[in-house]
């Protein structure tokens, strides 16, 4: 049986008057890379960020291998082996692509992803180790933001997002980039708008609309439910 190591139970959040949460029930199991997409509006970055503890819920529990993190601030849960792609990437501009990338180093975590094995996945940043982060492109900070993420070698890898803005070229790369974290039985969560992307690397999906689950299950059974897609992401 697949091992679950993140679990989301109840979680409930509200902006004002806006639902962005609501009794959320969501869990993603070890080597799984699972999308959880829907339209504008229907919770999914409040979702991660609330599994991060960037944006605390109001209600709920997030458990993180076995452990009740609900109430962990964010640096402590990156310590347990949760690893974050914000949707705005967060690069340190005045800062050199070794240097940000030193910066994803946790103190006590070890495993498959150093320096050199981050700069063999990305090779373009193996050119630019003395640029500035905010010399780069879109598409090179995407990337450096992943491959900062990896540097903490966590356990489960969120990515908010991560193909907004990009050309399809670099898209393209990201793809490849998800099919071979899989290959290698990386656990990653990804939010999506980008449903052709999210189609094409996830093996499942959760699908939510103001703040709560419509559909869970294999991507080969959300490609199936075309009355979903037409109601909810206007495929």
């Known amino acids: 049986m697949t091992e679950t190591l993140l679990d989301v139970r109840n979680l409930n959040k509200a902006f004002g008057m806006v639902t962005a949460a609501k009794n959320l029930n969501v869990s993603f199991q070890r080597g799984v890379l699972t999308s959880i997409i829907g339209p504008n509006g229907a919770g999914k970055t409040t979702t991660f960020r609330s599994i ?3 944006t605390p819920a109001k209600t709920g529990i997030v458990r993180f291998k076995g452990r009740d993190c609900t109430k962990l601030p964010p640096y402590k849960r990156a310590r347990l082996g949760l690893g974050f792609v ?23 975590r070890t495993g498959r992803w150093t320096l050199e094995s981050v700069l063999e996945q990305f090779p373009v940043l193996s050119h630019m180790l003395d640029r500035l982060g905010g010399t780069l492109s879109g598409g090179e900070q995407q990337m450096l933001t992943i491959a900062r993420a990896l540097m903490s070698n966590p356990d489960v890898l969120v990515l908010d997002e991560p193909t907004e803005g990009l050309a399809p070229v670099v898209v393209s790369v990201l793809k490849d980039l998800m099919m071979s974290l899989k290959k290698a039985d990386a656990t990653i969560l990804l939010s999506e708008q980008n449903i052709r992307f999210a189609m ?8 939510i609309d103001k703040g709560h689950v419509v559909f869970r299950g294999p991507m080969e059974d959300f490609k199936k439910e075309e009355s979903i897609q037409k109601k909810y992401l206007a495929v």
């Open 86 to 108: 914000p949707e705005d990437r967060r690069i340190l501009g005045p800062f050199t692509v070794k240097e940000n990338l030193g910066l994803g180093r946790i103190p006590g």
């Open 200 to 207: 094409g690397v996830s093996d499942g999906v959760v699908v």
């Open 52 to 54: 991060m503890g960037l």
